[in-house]
């Protein structure tokens, strides 16, 4: 196979600029596009976030494969774009209060010009991906050994995407709130839990190795930064003030974290049993 056809990250950043030359070239700028393959999925084609003053798009890891007719790869891309120039990922002002309603990709890419690519995308995805899917992924499915790898595999492929919180991040993290309490760092060590599906807590502590485990979910950028700091003040309050309630909350007041804190434990409450089930990277969704 010749080089220029191998399908990477710089093979979809130039199929990217081709189709924004083509077809968005009149849009407003807002972020800088960072295009890469993430999970091989079942139900999801790509997606677009932003972290900071960047947008990332990803294209579904399976993609990659060279059956996989390239216009299937660009109907995604323009997908994609379709978002940031309605001001998802980008950094531009939202034009819709929802990404999807009322068909607004479907008119995007229709005034655009483009909508004959996303309806050759769709008869191969309709006629042919789900048989592709299974030979792709049918030992996945059968073996179970085969898919704790894929599980495996998922969460590496989700931790290490581009702009996702890093273990660093949150070990310094964790290090700068232990001085608040008196530790020279922190009296434990951070870890990232690949967490099963039935693992609906957000860290533990294991006493044994000394180390809490953060639920992997909680390095996705859209998961708030107090979110993180409240299980990480959560075990640091444990050690230093005591295991009950009222020493933890105490504890925070005093050092003026309890507000920042509050933030975290509504999170937990109102978006986590919601977030948890929409974008575990082992979850297969429609
Ligand atoms: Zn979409």
Redesign the pocket.
């Known amino acids: 196979m010749p080089e220029s056809q191998l399908r990477d990250a710089r093979w979809l950043d130039a199929r990217l600029r081709r189709l924004w030359d083509a077809y968005f070239s009149d849009a407003p700028a807002g972020y800088p596009i960072t295009v890469f393959f993430g999970r091989r999925a079942r139900y999801r084609y790509g997606s677009i976030y932003s972290r900071g003053r960047q947008c990332f798009i990803t294209v579904n890891g399976l993609f990659a494969h060279p059956a996989v007719p390239e216009h299937v790869v660009d109907a995604t891309l323009i997908?994609e774009l379709a978002?940031y120039v309605h001001g998802y990922g980008s950094g531009l002002r939202k034009l819709h209060s929802s990404?999807?309603r009322g068909g607004v990709?479907d008119r995007e890419l229709k005034q655009r010009g483009c909508w004959h690519i996303e309806e050759r995308a769709a008869e191969w995805r309709r006629t042919r991906w789900p048989d592709f899917y299974v030979e792709q992924n049918g030992h996945a499915l059968e073996h179970r050994a085969l898919r704790e790898e894929d599980g495996n595999a998922r969460w590496s492929a989700f931790l290490e995407a581009p702009g996702m919180r890093t273990l660093e991040e949150v070990r310094h993290r964790a290090d700068a709130l232990a001085r608040l309490f008196g530790f020279g760092s922190a009296p434990f060590t951070v870890e990232w839990l690949p967490a099963s599906l039935h693992r609906r807590g957000l860290s533990y502590r294991m006493r044994s190795t000394q180390t809490v485990r953060i639920h992997g979910l909680l390095a996705d950028p859209r998961v708030p930064d107090e979110v993180i700091d409240y299980e990480l003040l959560y075990w640091l309050a444990t050690e230093a003030c005591g295991p009950h309630w009222h020493q933890l909350e105490q504890g925070l007041k005093q050092r003026r974290l309890w507000a920042r804190a509050s933030r975290g434990i509504r999170w937990r409450r109102k978006v986590w049993a919601g977030f948890l089930a929409e974008h575990h990277p082992l979850r297969s969704r429609k």
């Open positions: 997908h978002h990404p999807h990709i």
